[in-house]
């Protein structure tokens, strides 16, 4: 259980900006490492970076990835470079899950299209079960738009472990959902944690960390601030001004109390 | 590919089917008033000697007031009976004077819409998302009327084989010379014309173009890459979906771009007859093919609106 | 920035076409109808510097004359087009019920004949006056442009600043054609109605080329310009038609492209 998965000195230039500057990360199995800050940090794009998905020139300028054994450089590396790690080492949980289905493919042909392609089992109910469907035969012949918000997440999850991954990228997984399912996804996130998966947890609430981060680190304008343990977030030891600034917003909301 | 709720697909194509008869009695309806409305009588175009008349009038009732002879003549339609011609072939059922030549047209039609969507889904996919010469130089081409096409395509194909034969390269071909000659070249010829012109294969193009692009962007394409999945099983399902879209916009322009066509380029199909007829004042013949153009626009778009409900689950699902 | 210009000039050429119309009649119309049989496929030259047809005639006269087959019944079509439009598709979006029913029925039989085919039909039996023609196409051209409109309203209709207006105190008519018409459609509007324009200018040109229907000889029109025998090097009198042609329908298109629509993604 010591496989990891580690990116050193990350940076990526937009057309006019540096968006994000030296971020160096590692996952390791059975850990979940957080990413979190202010919206438009460089969380997600730091994300899509580790999967080859910077859709624009100059994109990443520096960077490489270790995993697997393998030794990418991101700033050329090709679609081919990719294969091994997209959705069979490296699974992506996009933010918007129902939007990351194909609207047009059924969950079942979504995920088994995901499953043919890794090494594990074929049926797509065995990853539904894994993502939290007690009962996959109730979602299988369903279409995103019939699904629920919480259903909708846990068949996107479904598709991204479906090609074996032993690490997973979960972007807001719970932005949009209500408190209950929320609830729901964390506790499944906890459970597919102890089965050795490794989890990078994109988020901006905080109050999701305590109970399931091994470790936390706070992004802004594109730097990673500081490294924490979720203990010293709880405690409020938070060194940086955005890490405070986070904090005490998180608080404010939490209590109920505002202005 | 299973659907799921094959009842519910059911349910919307009957639901469709009747919106589209409703409309095409309609046309029926709008396509009888007109004929009657107009000022004047049939026979009034025709030059017929006056001792005739009263006979004539009697026989196609034009002695009845317009509603009673909108009547008449909607019944008539309705029970499959286009009436006869009155100038073109006079005496001669319209249905006799149009069935077999609108054989001919369907053919050319729907070759000139399969070439459309392919040729253009083709260059859509080389072309979408990098900087093209191509799409310029589509546009300047295909925004040009059918009839200046297929002038300008003549004249140069005459040309050029007047040069050549002169020139004592070839022997005389056994097309020569265009529109005159019947040959395999004139209704080749019409068919791609009517693929490219009036801007017929520039709209396609972009309009797939927009298509893949937006495919390609869309959250779902994204999340498929970074599961390492081939796009293709994606994308053709949605192509397939944007390709119906458009051939039920294509289907109607492109009956008109034939009936122009099949008159400049002298193909005996049903578009020739319906200019002439019109010229002669026919309007039975003239208004059976306007309810024939109509009928199969309305076949057309039930067969779209099939494949749509069965491309598209949204479409289908009671909001 | 390309765009920009483009759509100038299709602007200072629609302009041109319709002022063209306006004004040719001041200069006589024995200027494009005296056949003169000694003058005919004269060249270049600064008299006729587009040369002269197969009777003699100046070709830069016809060319320009010509705009009076299409401009002022291309304008009413489009004006047949909007005012049908407009109304049946923002009222009908807007309030729905039977009435917006209606509209949309009488948009879908219209829509179901081919809009060329429609055109033969009351060409036939009403006669081929352009005014007539004219009303035709606006008539065809209103269930697209209605329909267009239609999903537009009546989906902005439930959008958050729609019920803000309301809720200032706007009136439902202030709401409707100020902002969901005015501001919000109008670039859709625009669009239809140069492909209108466009539409009628073609329609013209190839009535009265295939011959019959429109314009007829000695009166000039860019279709039936090119009418005549070919295979004697007469490229300039094939091209100058074919030319205009193209550039007042690229016209309609780049000044159509220019139209910046607030609802495009």
């Known amino acids: 259980m010591s496989e990891t998965l580690s990116l050193t000195g990350l940076a990526i230039r937009g057309p006019n900006r540096l968006l994000v500057e030296n971020v160096s990360l590692s996952l390791a199995a059975g850990r979940v490492t957080a990413l979190v800050g202010p919206s438009g940090s460089g969380k997600t794009l730091t994300a899509r970076a580790l999967l080859g998905l910077v859709g624009f020139k100059p994109g990443v300028i520096s960077g490489t990835l270790e995993a697997g054994g393998a030794h990418l450089a991101l700033t050329h590396a090709t679609p081919q470079d990719y294969r091994p790690l997209r959705g069979k080492l490296l699974g992506y949980l996009p933010q918007g899950a129902r939007a990351s289905l194909d609207p047009l493919w059924t969950v079942e042909r979504s995920v088994g299209a995901s499953a043919a392609l890794g090494s594990g089992p074929n049926d797509p109910s065995h990853w539904l079960r894994l993502s939290g469907f007690d009962d996959p035969e109730q979602v299988l012949r369903h279409f995103p738009h019939e699904l629920s918000g919480g259903m909708a997440q846990r068949a996107a999850l479904a598709c991204a472990l479906a090609g074996g991954s032993r690490f997973l990228i979960a972007d807001e997984p719970t932005t949009g959902l209500d408190p209950t399912v929320q609830e729901g996804i964390l506790r499944h996130l906890t459970r597919l944690k102890a089965r050795g998966l490794g989890v990078l947890l994109i988020t901006h609430d905080l109050r999701l960390l305590p109970e399931l981060a091994d470790e936390v680190l706070v992004m802004a304008a594109g730097r990673i601030e500081e490294r924490v343990t979720p203990e010293a977030l709880v405690a409020g030891a938070l060194r940086s001004e955005a890490g405070v600034r986070l904090l005490e917003a998180t608080r404010t909301i939490a209590s109920g109390r505002l202005g | ?319 | 920035m390309r765009w920009r210009s483009a759509a100038g000039l299709g602007a200072v050429i629609l302009l041109a076409v319709v002022l063209a119309a306006l004004l040719a009649p001041l200069s006589g119309y024995d200027l494009v109808t005296d056949v003169d049989p000694g003058r005919a496929h004269l060249g270049l030259s600064l008299a006729h510097p587009l040369g002269t047809d197969h009777l003699g005639r100046d070709v830069r006269w016809r060319l320009v004359f010509a705009s009076r087959a299409f401009a002022g019944p291309g304008l009413l079509a489009a004006a047949v087009a909007g005012l049908l439009g407009t109304l049946g598709g923002a009222l009908g979006g807007y309030r729905g019920g039977p009435l917006a029913g209606s509209a949309r029925y009488l948009y879908a039989v219209i829509g179901s004949i081919p809009r060329f085919v429609l055109v033969l039909l009351v060409g036939s039996v009403y006669g081929d006056s352009p005014w007539v023609l004219a009303l035709v196409v606006g008539l065809s051209y209103a269930p697209a442009l209605g329909e267009a409109l239609h999903s537009r309203v009546a989906s902005l209709r439930r959008a958050e600043f729609v019920r803000a207006g309301r809720a200032y105190g706007l009136s439902d008519a202030r709401i409707l054609w100020v902002h969901l018409v005015w501001y919000a459609s109008r670039a859709l509007i625009g669009r239809h109605l140069l492909a209108v324009f466009g539409y009628y200018v073609v329609l013209e040109s190839t009535l009265a080329y295939i011959g019959g229907f429109g314009v007829q000889e000695p009166m000039p029109s860019w279709g039936n310009m090119l009418v005549f025998e070919w295979g004697r090097g007469q490229w300039l009198a094939l091209l100058a038609p074919a030319a205009a042609l193209w550039l007042v329908v690229s016209a309609t298109r780049w000044l159509a492209d220019a139209l910046e629509d607030p609802l495009d993604v």
């Open chain 2, 1 to 319: 590919m299973r659907i799921q709720g094959g009842s519910a697909l059911l349910r919307a194509l009957l639901a469709r089917a009747g919106v589209l008869v409703a409309v095409l009695l309609g046309a029926v309806v709008l396509v009888v008033s007109l004929v009657h409305l107009a000022p004047g009588d049939a026979l009034d175009a025709q030059g017929i000697p006056e001792a005739l008349r009263p006979a004539l009038e009697a026989r196609w009732h034009l002695d009845l007031p317009v509603w009673q002879r909108v009547a008449i003549h909607l019944g008539e339609v309705l029970s499959g009976d286009l009436g006869t011609s009155l100038a073109y072939r006079p005496g001669t059922p319209v249905a006799e004077v149009i069935l077999g030549p609108a054989r001919r047209s369907a053919v050319w039609l729907f070759s000139a819409l399969a070439l459309t969507l392919t040729w253009g889904t083709a260059l859509a996919l080389y072309t979408a998302g990098r900087a093209s010469a191509h799409r310029v130089a589509l546009r300047t081409v295909s925004i040009l009327p059918v009839f200046l096409l297929a002038h300008l395509s003549v004249n140069a194909l005459n040309e050029g084989a007047f040069a050549a034969m002169n020139a004592g390269w070839i022997d005389r071909p056994d097309w020569f010379a265009l529109p005159d000659q019947a040959s395999a070249l004139r209704t080749a010829l019409a068919v791609v014309l009517l693929a490219v012109g009036s801007g017929g294969l520039t709209e396609v193009h972009a309009a797939m173009e927009r298509a893949v692009t937006s495919a390609r962007r869309s959250p779902w394409a994204e999340a498929a890459l970074a599961r390492g999945e081939p796009l293709a099983p994606h994308l053709w399902r949605h192509l397939l979906l944007a390709l119906t879209d458009l051939s039920l916009h294509r289907v109607a322009f492109l009956i008109g771009g034939l009936v122009i066509l099949e008159k400049v380029l002298l193909l005996h199909g049903v578009g020739f007859i319906l200019w002439d007829a019109a010229l002669h004042r026919d309007s039975p013949v003239v208004a059976g093919i306007t309810l024939l153009a109509a009928a199969v626009l309305a076949v057309v778009r039930l067969a779209g609106d099939a494949l749509r409900l069965t491309l598209d689950p949204r479409l289908r699902s009671d909001p």
